[in-house]
């Protein structure tokens, strides 16, 4: 057993809420909202692999970081180029907001920590954030987006978080196996 | 006449040695194939090509993000970044079955297989 309190509750509650609030509610997402939740999502992963960058102590968790800074990059500037071509206005919610303190109270964690605390507590962070945002894309933001384009681009940037929560847990065992 | 007979049987024999040449050089450009990698989802399609020396290989990246195609032998081939929407060629030299990935992404692997022209 090895239960310790973990820093993603935050995030993990913020996804978890909106999950339960769409549901009971019934009150999906407009398309406005879900742009502010990806470009949000994004920008707090970037901010994250910033930190990481400076602070990080091995090179694969330094590589990880530039990985996650480059691709939620691409990711945000395919979605700001279509809500432009869309003429969508990302509409700030709930759940962006969430999102938002969940992400500056992660960097304000991780700013406490150097060395190997901050790469284990950075990795472990970054799992919880792709598995809480695969969850959010696969039950509220596919199924409510009503533009095609939109819906179309979220299914097509689904296997890189897919790829980056992959990444992220062989990280983690990496830390694990060699710092116990 | 004589000088002229060999005149014009040394004029043939250039010709044929020329016209040969030409044929050859003809048969091996048209020998030599272009092949296309698709990255997308985060893959490489087909994730085994197979290939003949001095045949040219494509890597059109359609993913949201960048990625590389480098061969996991020291000093191999190494597109290094392919920007969304780019695109990277390599012509295969030498025979061999090379292993690849994306430095990106280490879950990204995929073959280059080089076969000697037949």
């Known amino acids: 057993m090895n239960l310790k309190p973990v820093p993603k509750l935050a995030l993990l509650t913020a996804l978890a809420v909106f999950a339960f609030n769409a549901q009971a509610q019934s009150s ?73 303190k969940g992400g500056d109270d992660n960097l304000a964690k991780l700013k406490t920590l150097s060395g190997k605390a901050f790469d284990k507590a950075y990795v472990q962070h970054e799992v919880a954030y792709h598995e809480a945002v695969l969850a959010a894309i696969d039950k509220t933001l596919i199924p409510d987006a009503q533009n095609a384009e939109l819906k179309a681009l979220l299914v097509k940037v689904r296997p890189a978080f897919v790829a980056h929560l992959d990444h992220a847990k062989h990280l983690e065992m990496e830390l694990n196996g060699n710092g116990g | 006449m004589a000088t002229a007979a060999n005149r014009l049987a040394i004029g043939v024999r250039a010709a044929t040695v020329t016209l040969c040449i030409a044929v050859g050089a003809h048969a091996s ?44 032998v020291a000093g191999g081939f190494d597109s290094h970044a392919i920007a969304p929407g780019g695109k990277w060629q390599y012509q295969a030299k030498a025979p061999g079955r090379y292993t690849y990935a994306c430095t990106f992404h280490p879950t990204m692997q995929a073959t280059l297989i080089v076969k000697e022209k037949p």
């Open chain 2, 29 to 72: 450009l048209a020998q030599a194939k272009t092949w296309t990698v698709k990255i997308a989802g985060m893959q490489f399609e087909p994730a085994t090509v197979t290939v003949v020396r001095g045949d040219t290989v494509v890597w059109v990246n359609d993913d949201v993000v960048a990625h590389t195609a480098t061969s996991s």
């Open chain 1, 28 to 100: 999906a997402p407009t398309d406005p909202q879900i742009a502010a939740i990806v470009v949000t999502a994004n920008q707090v992963d970037i901010d994250a692999g910033n930190l990481a960058l400076k602070k990080g102590d091995s090179k694969d968790v330094k590589a990880f970081a530039q990985t996650m800074v480059r691709d939620h990059t691409g990711v945000n500037q395919a979605a700001t180029d279509l809500v432009h071509k869309l003429n969508v206005t990302p509409e700030p919610n709930a759940t962006s907001e969430s999102l938002k």
